[in-house]
């Protein structure tokens, strides 16, 4: 099969088809917002000036019909995909040979273009096809459109006898959208022929990622709303394709088992390669004939998991002797079950059972042979007022409609909502006898009570196939947290699953419990968030008690792509038997990524990532996470030590409400509005500052670092509470939920990082923060500080995370039940302390080295016992302190980690070593550190920072030369290197004005190196950076800017545009409404009369010139000298209207609003201006 081709068809493929529907619908004068009238004429009737046959009318009204009722979209949505589904399957059949006239539809064996049916059509047969009308129209040889589109027509009626469900007989609104022009070579036809072929249909695989990648477009629309899911997008957000040896592990290991155990003797076992072997029982589920055995799909989708269900069930039957002609029939008949909430995807689980019998018996197709699958199409049903009394009293219906019955026909008024998991107020039994009384009913020539009595029907149906009980269940049932549920759904959820209500798969867990018989089995895949998140903790609790984990395999990311990891596991429907469950785990790390094909060969390696469990070991961690692989040790150290909590209260951070208003990069900012190291919420509300620091997580990093935001709590938070109180009024004063654990704020603490893909990144956090439930924090004592921050930096609690929950959620939690024993770690105190202390402090200064610190004071590169003769050489003494600092790092790690490993009785269990991939220091990068040096040098000539003096220097709003000069405390004149006057600082790509950047940064080298070396720095830097300097700053400086500032820049870019006939940076910092002004008068005017100039130049050097290169070069120049000067004049009355309007800008507002205030006049706008806040 080429996945990735019909990975590429499908999408377009519904595009496609939906539009060609939407075109046939205004051909019949039906759009989007209107329908043209229709005039009946006698046997005709006249649409859009066209008459049609009466019977075109009829069709017609049907289709209006169902747009009222069901909306315009909706509806050409689901006729394309009725069609696309009909063509796929004649598709499939034709190339497997399954038509009785034994031609091809769609195509023609080899390369011919016109379908085999169309060219042989005079020797076909089928129903409604009149021979005398083929013939005429073959003679006439100009409509073979017509007769082509005839005899499509005509081979989907001869398919409604087998296969209703899809093939109604084409006479309704679908035959009315059939598209036209199926002959032409880019028609529908063409391309689904060209798009799939033999090897893709050499399985009924096929139709269900063809399902898949039809709706995968539709999937991520839905999902970018990022808002809960209307009843009509579920399916196409919750399906997914189950990878065909998942499939095979989930049924080989359930019906599979359950055949093994009643037949030990059975060959069976020799068909299962995915079987995973079990102990020898004597209590287990009995069957005496295959024709017993019920399997349930609750979530059935394309089928997949019953057509694999099929085979293995052929091989059973076989093995009991049973006619290969009987089987298919008797498989369908007895042992298959499917629900489904999508209509289209039970048309190809029904479609896909169908193959799977005439594959097996070639006569499956013929009347005595046929048995329709039991696929049933969850639908609403609904019923008017009175709608019931009236009929329950028309047919004499009062005894059988009682209480808990007329409970049972309003349980399906969401069915397409709740699909599977309603659970039916009366038992099998009572359901099938009120059936049979009411199909037995007489309705006596009262046609209007037809409709309910359908009605009627249809709600039984759908009970008791929800009442039945099954021998195995299997399912990938739909993933969707609450966030995503609709309101209905949440509340359905929590009311009959309170314990598994935080996601649909969960509650498919519990539902499948009361669907699979006592002691039958239950498979499924689904996400390893129930594993060990402590919303599902109940759930693990009720599913440890009542049944046995027979089997798991815990697989990581990669089975449906990147984004999740998934766990498949067989469940027997019973309380747990006494022997150890078998588990799998087939990733290294979390996070990291394989195919399916990857975690297929290590499930086949038995000896890969084997454990064996028995379940009730679980309850010896808190939480009761599903940890397979702990050991006895660890099991000894959370039964003796006490929670962390005890010693370390773990508390969850604040949810702002609103962060794009009140978080800001600290950079954004004002720097004396921001308030550092407050011991206290009194002292920083006395302080008058507004800004505070404030633990966000951030990437991965240990034991100091990512202090980058900060937060808006001026006046003990009021705006923040005065917003949470407006958007939760229900809170009233109790603003806790929102504004969590107040008291913590501004106390020495440890943070880490509550989402990463790599390893916990704990650090330490200095007083005067506050914080967010994305960098929640641990609060020991502080005689304990060094002690716990050791602990949690080490590898024995990284395990023990890993063991509480090993997502990529480090939830307070699991952190507050660690183990701490504080009498083994004391006997240790003075070494942990003295190795955190170094570790820490390394870590700081680490973090410190680079200006996105508000600790930073100087380059690296310029610092006293780094800084060398030339710049290249102070960065070799850089790259060495840096590698020093990171195998101090690693010494002392390790160490931390022999520690801890030592004093929990881990040795021989964990290693302490730690590779130097997980030390989070900065590693010497000579390109990027390159550009940090080009990126000071520019806030030197910004004034942010000097080199007469440390640290920030101009940070607050409106700051100027007078208050740089003040701050640096020497006159300008006795500067080493002076800031620019203005804040604004050219960057071109020619030699127009002797202050631009490039000359600017000479100065600097020269202020920084001395004269002597200049032109080997600038060799130095060039080569560093792979290209010329004025080149760089051109082109990426600002790029480079970005990444550092996370697209929260400090310094603007102006640009005229494309041509870059003009750039500069300005400093945010230093703006005031005369910056654009000034920059406009002394740099914008000058270069146009300069351009001009230089064009007038170049033009007497072309008459003067004396060959044909050297005019051509210089023409060339010109060239691109007018576009710019083109592009530099619209520039300026762009510049000279945004001049006019003296635009101010409040630095508490932001980068992202005050950037925006200047619309096109910047670089990079849009994707600075244009992305949506971290929350």
């Not at 600082?985 to 190196?1009: K, N, Q, Y």
Request: with cysteine.
């Amino acid at each position: 099969m080429n996945r990735p081709r019909l990975k590429s068809y499908a999408p377009q493929a519904r595009v496609d088809f939906i539009q060609a529907m939407k075109d046939r619908a205004a051909f019949y004068g039906i759009t989007a917002d209107h329908v043209s009238p229709v005039k009946e004429q006698g046997d005709v009737v006249v649409i859009v000036g066209q008459s049609y046959p009466i019977s075109v009318g009829r069709k017609r009204q049907k289709l209006v019909k169902r747009i009222a009722e069901n909306g315009y979209e909706q509806t050409m949505e689901a006729l394309a995909y009725t069609w696309f589904n009909r063509l796929v399957a004649i598709r499939y059949m034709e190339l497997k040979g399954y038509f009785d006239h034994g031609y091809r539809v769609l195509s023609y064996p080899g390369k011919k273009d016109t379908p085999e049916l169309l060219q042989e059509a005079e020797n076909v047969s089928l129903p409604g096809l009149k021979a005398e009308t083929i013939i005429d129209l073959k003679i006439d040889g100009s409509r073979e459109e017509e007769l082509y589109r005839m005899l499509l027509v005509a081979q989907c009626n001869a398919l409604n006898e087998a296969m209703p469900f899809l093939y109604t007989r084409v006479d309704d609104e679908a035959e009315l959208l059939l598209p036209n022009n199926l002959l032409h070579t880019d028609s529908l036809v063409r391309k689904l022929v060209a798009n799939v072929d033999a090897e893709d249909c050499e399985s009924v695989e096929v139709l269900g990622w063809l399902y898949q990648f039809y709706i995968s477009e539709k999937k991520d629309q839905v999902m970018a709303r990022k808002s809960a899911v209307p009843t009509e997008d579920i399916p196409a957000v919750t399906q997914l394709f189950t990878p065909h040896w998942i499939v095979r592990y989930l049924v080989e290991n359930s019906l599979g088992r359950l055949w093994l155990l009643n037949r030990p003797g059975s060959r069976l076992r020799e068909h299962m390669p995915y079987y995973i072997e079990g102990e020898a029982e004597t209590d287990f589920l009995k069957i005496t004939k295959p024709e017993e055995i019920r399997v349930c799909d609750p979530a059935v989708g394309s089928g997949h998991m019953l057509t694999y269900a099929f085979d293995l069930l052929t091989l059973i039957y076989e093995e009991e002797g049973y006619a290969p002609t009987e089987i298919p029939g008797l498989i369908l008949r007895h042992n298959l079950y499917g629900l489904e909430i999508c209509p289209r995807a039970a048309q190809l689980a029904e479609l896909a059972l169908v193959f799977k019998a005439r594959e097996n018996n070639r006569r499956f197709f013929e009347p005595e042979h046929l048995v329709r699958p039991h696929i049933i199409e969850l639908r609403d049903v609904r019923f008017a007022e009175n709608e019931l009394r009236d009929y329950i009293h028309a047919l004499g219906l009062g005894d059988l409609f009682n209480q808990p019955m007329l409970r049972l026909l309003h349980q399906f008024e969401e069915a397409k909502n709740f699909g599977s998991l309603i659970q039916p107020g009366l038992d099998e039994r009572a359901i099938a006898d009120v059936r049979r009384a009411i199909e037995a009913k007489d309705l006596g020539g009262q046609l209007f009570l037809r409709e309910t009595h359908l009605k009627v029907l249809r709600v039984l149906e759908q009970a008791e196939a929800l009442t039945q009980r099954y021998h195995v269940v299997v399912a990938n049932p739909p993933y969707m947290g609450v966030g995503g549920m609709n309101t209905e759904l949440r509340a359905f959820s929590a009311n009959d699953f309170p314990e598994a209500k935080a996601d649909l798969m969960t509650c498919f867990m519990s539902r499948c419990a009361t669907l699979a018989v006592r002691s039958g089995w239950i498979g499924m895949i689904n996400l390893p968030s129930w594993l060990f998140l402590s919303s599902f903790e109940k759930l693990r609790i009720k599913l440890v008690s009542q049944q046995t984990i027979e089997s798991l395999l815990h697989l990581g990311r990669g089975i449906f792509g990147s984004d999740f990891g998934t766990v498949a596991f067989v469940l027997l429907n019973r309380s747990p038997k006494r022997c150890a469950g078998v588990y799998r785990r087939l990733f290294d790390r979390p996070g990291d990524v394989e195919t399916p094909e990857t975690k297929e060969r290590l499930f086949l390696d038995a000896n890969v990532g084997r454990f064996e469990t028995h379940q009730d070991t679980f309850q010896d961690l808190p939480g009761f996470p599903i940890a397979y692989w702990i050991t006895q040790q660890v099991r000894d150290a959370f039964k003796n030590g006490q929670p962390l909590s005890d010693v370390a209260p773990a508390k969850i951070g604040m949810r702002t409400g609103d962060n794009n208003r009140f978080l800001r990069r600290w950079t954004e900012v004002s720097f004396g509005r921001t308030g550092f190291a407050f011991e206290n919420a009194a002292e920083a509300a006395k302080s008058s500052r507004k800004w505070f620091p404030y633990n966000k997580g951030g990437e991965y990093r240990r034991w100091f670092g990512n202090c980058e935001i900060v937060v808006n709590w001026e006046n003990d938070g009021d705006e923040i509470k005065e917003n949470t109180r407006a958007v939760y009024p229900q809170l009233g004063d109790n603003l806790g939920w929102k504004i969590s654990n107040e008291g913590y704020y501004f106390k020495q603490a440890i943070t880490w990082s509550f989402v990463s893909i790599s390893y916990f990144g704990v650090r330490y956090s200095d007083r005067g923060f506050l914080f967010d439930v994305g960098g929640s924090c641990a609060f020991p004592k502080t005689d304990d500080l060094l002690l716990v921050t050791g602990f949690l930096c080490s590898r024995v609690a990284h395990d023990f995370m890993q063991m509480l929950n090993p997502t990529l959620n480090f939830q307070v939690s699991n952190v507050a039940s660690l183990p701490w024993l504080s009498d083994k770690v004391e006997l240790r105190r003075i070494e942990i302390e003295e190795v955190v202390q170094q570790t820490v402090q390394i870590a700081r200064a680490d973090w410190d080295n680079f200006e996105t610190s508000w600790d930073f004071r100087d380059q690296p590169l310029l610092r006293p016992g780094l800084k060398g003769a030339t710049l290249e050489a102070s960065w070799r003494n850089w790259e060495a302190q840096s590698t020093a600092a990171i195998r101090r790092m690693q010494e002392l790690e390790t160490e931390n980690n022999r520690l801890f490993i030592a004093a929990y009785g881990l040795d021989g269990e964990l290693q302490p070593e730690v590779p130097e991939e997980q030390i989070t220091l900065a590693r010497a990068d000579q390109r990027k550190d390159v550009a940090a040096f080009l990126s000071y040098a520019v806030g030197c000539m910004m004034g942010r920072y000097s080199l007469d003096h440390p640290g920030l220097i101009l940070a607050n709003a409106g700051d100027s030369l007078r208050e740089f000069l003040e701050k640096v405390g020497k006159p300008l004149a006795e500067l080493t290197f002076a800031p620019d006057e203005d804040g604004i600082i050219p960057v071109l790509a020619g030699e127009w004005f002797d202050d631009d950047i490039v000359a600017r940064t000479c100065e600097f080298l020269r202020a920084s190196f001395g004269e002597a070396t200049l032109n080997e720095n600038l060799a130095f830097i060039e080569s560093s950076l792979g290209k010329d300097l004025r080149k760089y700053f051109l082109a990426d400086f600002f790029k480079d800017h970005l990444q550092m500032y996370k697209k929260r820049p400090i310094y603007w870019m102006v640009s005229s545009g494309k041509q870059r006939a003009f750039q500069c940076l300005i400093y945010m910092h230093r703006y005031n409404s005369g910056t654009l002004a000034r920059m406009r008068t002394e740099y914008v005017i000058p270069m146009q009369g300069r351009i001009a100039a230089r064009i007038d130049q170049l033009e007497g050097d072309k008459a003067k010139a004396t060959s044909t290169s050297h005019r051509s070069k210089l023409q060339k120049e010109q060239d691109e000298l007018k576009k710019q000067q083109h592009e530099l004049l619209s520039f300026d009355e762009k510049l000279k209207h945004v001049v006019d309007q003296k635009i101010t800008i409040d630095l508490d507002d932001g980068v992202k609003v005050n950037y925006g205030k200047f619309g096109d006049l910047l670089a990079e706008s849009k994707a600075i201006t244009g992305g949506k806040e971290d929350e």
